[in-house]
């Protein structure tokens, strides 16, 4: 939830045209009148449309103080003047996506962004820059400082799977001394989808995984542009795509089979008991859709949701023996690490007969 605060009419206005961008790109938003403000401690984000020494005084040195404990973990915070002018993210600017957010803003509604942090002045890519960009591990606050500081200096040493080579890739050149590893190097280890910052620091990639569901005899080309507008929506290149995953009901469908071939990723098949499991025990919050039309054909209550988090599930590393696994169990048996390890980074997107969903680990 990204909470929306405004204290005048004006503010308001601007805060309803900020709500519509963020509700376009599917982002849980709220607005709300800064009387009627109380922090639930579980928000991604706010959204201050007010001066600066307000937001930092009344909330975060005030109402906000509790939950602003660790950068690594901190909800963003922006600051917005109340005629619309100027954004200036404050807080958790890169790991928390107050940057992103800024942006995204920024060139929505055609408001300048402030950029205050060392590396965005000096047009420097951090170690948490990249961490927010490309979907990899939290770098520790050691780590972010050590990097951070050296790249302002020098350019410090950085390799990358060489599958991830591209012209986007290939402009961290600015930055880094940058060069490629091979990700079936089995002298890597478990290094060997990781980034390598100054041969010590290694951060691994997160699995990328989108769900799919779609009306019986679906077109290739409505499922190809509706997982596009996917990636659009989260700001996620083609290529940092890991899988595709559907129900084994829809495991012949051509128009999801052409369209993983298309993207060149491989197709994971889960069954409905798999899915239901999904829904008895990762739901229990009511936090994905459900649909009785769906269940009444299917037997299951939704699609592209649970079988992107059973896709995540598979690439979670547990410690038991691989020949004995069994993601339902996994499910009850580590329930409690389970919940805390996935992030639904877009709930269920609907578009034309198709539904996509992305998931991966927090």
Known sequence: MIKILYITKNGKVIGEKIKKVLEFYKYDCLLEYSKEFKPQGDEKGFIFIMATGITLRKYILGELKEYIKDKTKDPFVIAVDEMGNNIIPLLSSHLGHGMYFSKLLGDELQINVSKTTASDVNNKIGIDVLSEKYFLETPSKK???????????????????????????EKL?????????????????????????EDTIVLKAKPICFGIGARKDIPSHKVYWTIKKACYLRNIP???????????????????????SKFKKPLNIYSIEELNNIYDNFDKKGTLERSEFVHKNIGTYGVSEPCAILDVLDHIDYEIDNKNKNKNNLLVENKKDVLESIDLILPKLKNDGVTVSICSTI
């Open 143 to 169: 780590d972010i400082l050590q990097i951070n500081k050296a790249v302002l200096e020098y350019k410090p040493k950085l390799s990358i799977p060489i599958s991830w080579k591209n012209s986007e890739t």
């Open 173 to 197: 050149n600015e930055s880094y001394e940058l060069t490629y590893h091979d990700s079936k190097d089995d002298k890597l280890g478990n290094k060997n989808d990781s980034w390598i910052f």
């Open 238 to 260: 083609a290529w940092r795509i890991n899988s595709f995953s559907t129900v084994e009901v829809k495991k012949n469908e051509k128009g999801i089979i052409d369209t993983a």
